[in-house]
């Protein structure tokens, strides 16, 4: 299993900065695609950003030039700055991890979630 802790969330106004943060735990062997998504009030959850193991990115249009996502993986985390923040950023924004953790004698890959974490951007 693992567990991700997000932070870094809060409240800002339109044209700020957020960082926010995850840290994964657990009986991980490897983490594969880490990312982040979010869920705005009344809508489908959507990617923002995922990077893999090796450093290649996937960022949503609506965030590209803005946002920028990175990750330690000696210590299993994953950062994603945000810049120029909108008003219609403002959503819980989820991390997400695709890994393979050790289970009794064998090994399983599954997709984690975060609790979330809100961002909200003023007017």
């Known amino acids: 299993q693992v567990q991700l802790a997000e932070s870094g969330g809060g409240l800002v106004q339109a044209g700020g900065s957020l960082r926010l943060s995850c840290a994964a735990s657990g009986t991980i062997i490897s983490i594969h695609n880490m990312g982040w998504y979010r869920q705005a009030p009344g809508k489908e959850r959507e990617l923002v950003a995922v990077?893999?193991?090796?450093?290649?990115?996937n960022y949503a249009d609506s965030v590209k030039g803005r946002f920028s996502i990175s990750r330690d993986n000696a210590n299993n985390m994953v950062y994603l700055q945000m810049n120029s923040l909108k008003v219609e950023d403002t959503a819980v924004y989820f991390c997400n991890a695709d890994a393979t953790t050790a289970q009794a004698l064998t090994f399983k890959r599954a997709t984690y979630w975060g609790q979330g974490t809100q961002v909200t951007v003023s007017s």
């Open positions: 990077m893999s193991r090796g450093g290649s990115t």
